[in-house]
């Protein structure tokens, strides 16, 4: 479905995850961050860059590795995107959720 | 002669060496397979133990009755690959040289990555049905358990078989009904996931099910610790959940010998095209099973669709042509619910679980995502189907390596 954010259409899915990443910018960003309730703050940019940065290398994102990037730690990942992190943080970078796997 | 040797004799492995063994010329190529164990377990068959529907005898036999007598078993501890020598080095000393290899070292638990897992109350009151020796353990403990709470819990994703801590929830409550206890025991279901499963249509089929059962479910929960004095488990978000007893799927991860060999992400698995099955490293290295790190089912019915493609394209490999067999990310499990009863869900990379009929289109006679008899009958078969046909690598009649979608229900 589409949906107009920071004065641009994009298209997500029923998750409200962006399906097309060319369509994602800064502004798309910090629209996202809002509707979250998170004031994106330095730090969380370095783990959207990160998040990002893994996602065009198609390497499968987790908790664990975020806690392995050195980026930030599992405590401060959590404690800068509240409840599950992993979720809101992919959604705001807007990239796919990550498959947990099955 | 050239040589190819497989890693691992569990499930992966031992489907390789028959197929292989009758599809290579073997006036060119040796087959040798390297596992450190002499026994072969039957996985599935630990979430059955604790109940004391399976004994041990039913789950464990000799690896050496199931590989060829023209495949080299060798009971060895494998230290690592020297992936850029081609030759496998053995604890202990020797060396074996490859042409081709195939690894199938499988995936274990690792409760050491959670801080008190592994503490004073392990296999006390904390305990994990990944393992034979925690299954008996845990049996050994439910038999004269009085009541309270039981937490069964999920610590991180990926796992074996992700259906396994919901069908022992369903199995608990039934053994607690049947021992005429139920309404002493509170079972809650702890998750890191945010629903019962990862696919939508069928979370809400289980999550009805979990409710329907007087199961609690505590979804998004990342644990930190477990509290051995407190007896509670701890999240990220300083949420706790108390227990008397805890069933703990601990961090599954390959084995270190994929870190010994820098092989392995960072949960030990190997980086594998997720098509071909062909290692991303090196050409000469195949991976399949529970070892790869590919976006699949880590289940023993996954491991034998993907046998049946690996098989191809090892044979497309040395004739030196494109690895066209692709692999679909085909997983067909059957999931207990108790009470003598058990769905079935049928689903590859693109299309998740849904409703319909198995293996024939309109007609059955199994039920897709729906509790019925004859998929609990269905799962204990599956026993005798892994020991005579799947590890033999006999295909099983009907159901193909790629996913059907005829006969499901897809919206
Ligand atoms: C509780 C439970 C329930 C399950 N239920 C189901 C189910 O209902 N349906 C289903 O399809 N699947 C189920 N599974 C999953 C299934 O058992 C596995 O996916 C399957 O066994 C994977 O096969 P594999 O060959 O990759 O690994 P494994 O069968 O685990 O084999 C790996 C082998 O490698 C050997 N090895 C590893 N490292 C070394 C080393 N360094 N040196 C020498 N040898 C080594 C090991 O000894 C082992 O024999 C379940 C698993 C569990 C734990």
Known sequence: ?102 | MKRLVILGAGTAGTMMANHLHKKLNRKEWTIDIVDERKEHHYQPGYLFLPFDIYKPDDIIKSIKDFIPSDVNLITKKIDRIVADENYIQMTGGDQLHYDLLIIATGAKIAPEEIEGMKGAEWHKTVFDFYTFEGSIALRNKLRDWQGGNLVIHITEMPIKCPVAPLEFAFLADSYFINKKMRDKVNITYVTPLSGAFTKPKSTAALEHLLQEKNIAIESDFAIAEVNNENKTIVDYGGKEIPFDLLVTVPTNKGDELMERSGLGDELNYVPTNKETLQSKDHANIFVIGDATNIPASKAGSVAHFEAEILTENILHYIKNEKLSASFDGHANCFIETGKSKALLIDFNYTHEPVNGTFPFAGVGPLQLLKESKMNHWGKLAFRWIYWNMLLKGTPIPFVTANMNTAGKHFN
Not at chain 1, 26 to 31: D, L, N
Not at chain 1, 79 to 96: E, H, M, N, Q, R
Request: proline share 5%; net charge neutral; aromatic share 8%.
């Open chain 1, 1 to 102: 479905m589409e949906k107009t954010i920071a004065n641009k259409t994009i298209t997500v899915n029923e998750e409200g995850y962006l399906t097309n990443f060319a369509e994602w910018n800064k502004e798309v960003g910090e629209a996202l961050a809002k509707e979250n309730h998170i004031d994106l703050t330095n730090k969380h940019w370095q783990v959207i860059d990160y998040i990002q940065d893994e996602f065009k290398k198609e390497s499968p994102l987790s908790i664990r590795k975020i806690g392995k990037s050195g980026v930030v730690d599992i405590k401060e990942f959590y404690s800068l995107f509240p409840s599950g992190p992993l979720k809101t943080a992919t959604k705001i970078a807007g990239v796919p959720k990550p498959a947990s796997c099955i």
